[in-house]
């Protein structure tokens, strides 16, 4: 049995999207494709809970109605990886995109290297992170699940900035890191 007590929230939601992998390291994932996926997030009490250990109060019996820890973080799913096509910031399908269809850049999700489901879940858990600490750090992510097929699903746990790949400009410049419904700098 674990020795760990700690409440956690989990909520799962659904989005489509289509991606392409470019580096070569799956020569089929580079034609453009698409996927139904499930991200599930497990919250945990953040930096700024009223109490640090676990004890209901008797009384609300919750850190946060469900909706409440849920609601920018599902609609930020719902309008912006939902339908969204992910694309390596080298992919030259993003000139292809400035050119002739500009007005769909913002359906965009652009990525430091190729949008792999273990890439997106890190920045997904960043741009969570980010989320949770301007609603007042009241909750914190501890992991972060994609299944992007019934059979292959990435999990990250703790901080996502140990996964992140480094990038060359200051994090107010890398979307993944403001808590804003940006997907592309
Ligand atoms: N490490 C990773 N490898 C691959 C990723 C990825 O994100 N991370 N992504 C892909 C493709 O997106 C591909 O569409 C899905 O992978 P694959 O398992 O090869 O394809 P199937 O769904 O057809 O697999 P089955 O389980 O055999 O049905 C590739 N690799």
């Known amino acids: 049995m674990s020795d760990i007590t700690r409440t956690e929230l ?6 489509c999207m289509g991606h392409r992998l470019i580096s070569g390291c799956s ?10 996926e499930y991200v599930t997030v497990t919250l945990v009490p953040g930096p700024n809970a009223p109490q640090q ?4 109060d008797g009384h609300s019996n919750m850190l946060l109605p469900f909706a409440e820890a849920k609601g920018r973080w599902h609609r930020f799913i719902d309008e912006r990886m939902d339908h969204s096509f992910q694309l390596s910031e080298s992919d030259p399908l993003l000139n292809w995109f400035a050119e002739h269809e500009p007005q769909r850049l913002d359906r965009l999700v652009v990525t430091p290297g190729d949008p792999t489901t273990e890439l997106l879940a890190a920045l997904l858990m960043s741009k969570l992170q980010a989320f949770l600490t301007a609603q ?6 501890a992991s972060l699940e994609i299944k992007e097929t019934p059979t292959n699903t990435v999990r990250l746990h703790g901080d996502p900035a140990l996964y992140l790949p480094l990038v060359d400009r200051p994090e107010d410049q890398c979307w993944w890191h403001r808590a ?6």
């Open 10 to 15: 989990i909520f799962t939601r659904r989005f």
């Open 27 to 36: 020569e089929r994932c580079a034609i453009p494709h698409g996927h139904n």
């Open 53 to 56: 250990n676990q004890r209901l």
């Open 136 to 141: 007042g750090g009241l909750l914190a992510p």
């Open 180 to 185: 804003d419904d940006t997907t592309r700098d």
